[in-house]
């Protein structure tokens, strides 16, 4: 089929993520590129974001490019990762003949304006079951359950399990987290952080010590998860009952993860055998003391989780669903 993918197309990001799973399943992938201009600059980024809130119109004539574009290219479907795609915009995409579906991979305090349930898509999938069933009862729109995925190409095991002696916590840093990290610190559990900035207004914390300052992609990502005693997958509290990206594409790399409990966590993995989780402050203690001194246990998760996530969690199953949905 001719897909296109609509949504930024960063390394190891989730558009290139989903536009190398359509590749490698044998589709003709046209990248639509993001809903809104990409800038390097974040000041720059988010005077865009408030004036294209402000003023609707410049989202929609930025984005008739994504109509023309695919309609060019006979894209049959349209796979859009975008949360700022615009209703009119999709409905362009229609009128040209294609099929389009939406796929939401963050959790429910990133909604923004929920222009998704105004536009006329074949299918919307959340990795929320909550929202899903929220939405099921109360809309008629045509709303699916899909976690998010791993991809085997570089999320797979490339070092030897547990050699590193600390846990791995990547992210973004706010509240929640930081203040999580810095009682795990104070109780002498080693850490690296790694992630895209440590925002100053968070203000002085033992956190920034165990800071890398940088991002981690791909392979070399694929490395720093392995290596380590742990990979720590703390959860963002707007993040009810499913998963966040990080718990499969650590597992996919062989890690050893110990997760923040959510419903969702056992019916993807299990428990005690390929992942480890936390319901409170002691437990995660107690678990991150027993990956870092407990002989074996990091190499034995992490080759639990990495057949499981290869298995059962891949980007190649979770487009071939939403293929499934709209064909």
């Not at 590749?23 to 600059?41: F, I, K, N, Q």
């Not at 992210?171 to 009682?183: A, H, I, K, Q, T």
């Not at 790694?194 to 694929?222: N, Q």
């Not at 966040?244 to 966590?265: D, I, K």
Request: hydrophobic fraction near 40%.
């Amino acid at each position: 089929m001719r897909v296109g993918v609509i949504g930024q197309l960063d390394s190891d990001s989730f558009a290139e993520n989903v536009s190398e799973a359509l590749h490698d399943m044998g589709h003709l992938v046209t990248r639509l590129g993001p809903a809104r201009p990409h800038r390097r600059s974040r000041y720059r980024t988010h005077l865009g974001i408030l004036a294209r809130q402000a003023l609707p119109p410049l989202d929609e004539r930025f984005q008739r490019r994504i109509a023309e574009n695919a309609r060019d290219a006979g894209c049959e479907v349209v796979i859009n990762l975008d949360v700022a795609l615009t209703p009119s915009v999709v409905s362009r995409l229609r009128r040209g003949g294609a099929r389009v579906a939406f796929w939401f991979p963050d959790h429910v305090a990133n909604l923004g304006r929920q222009l998704m349930l105004l536009a006329p898509y074949d299918a919307i999938f959340f990795k929320e079951p909550q929202l899903v069933e929220r939405l099921r009862a109360t809309l008629d729109l045509p709303v699916h359950y899909l976690p998010e995925a791993c991809n085997p190409r570089w999320h797979r095991p490339l070092a030897r399990p547990g050699t590193e002696p600390y846990l791995v916590v990547p992210g973004n840093m706010y509240p929640y987290r930081v203040r999580l990290l810095e009682r795990l610190i104070a109780k002498g559990i080693p850490l690296k952080v790694y992630g895209a900035g440590f925002p100053r207004w968070l203000g002085a914390t033992s956190v920034r010590d165990a800071y890398t300052g940088r991002c981690v992609f791909r392979e070399e990502k694929a490395r720093v998860y392995r290596s380590a005693a742990g990979v720590l997958s703390t959860m963002h509290p707007a993040e009810i009952a499913g998963a966040n990206g990080r718990l499969f594409q650590a597992t996919g790399c062989g890690a050893a993860v110990l997760t923040e409990f959510r419903p969702a966590v056992p019916e993807l993995f299990a428990i005690g055998d390929e992942v480890l989780a936390f319901h409170d402050f002691d437990e995660l203690v107690g678990q991150a003391t027993r990956l870092l001194n407990e002989t074996g246990l990091t190499a034995r998760l992490g080759d639990a989780a990495a057949r499981r996530a290869h298995r059962d969690h891949t980007y190649e199953l979770r487009v071939a669903a939403i293929l499934e949905k709209v064909s």
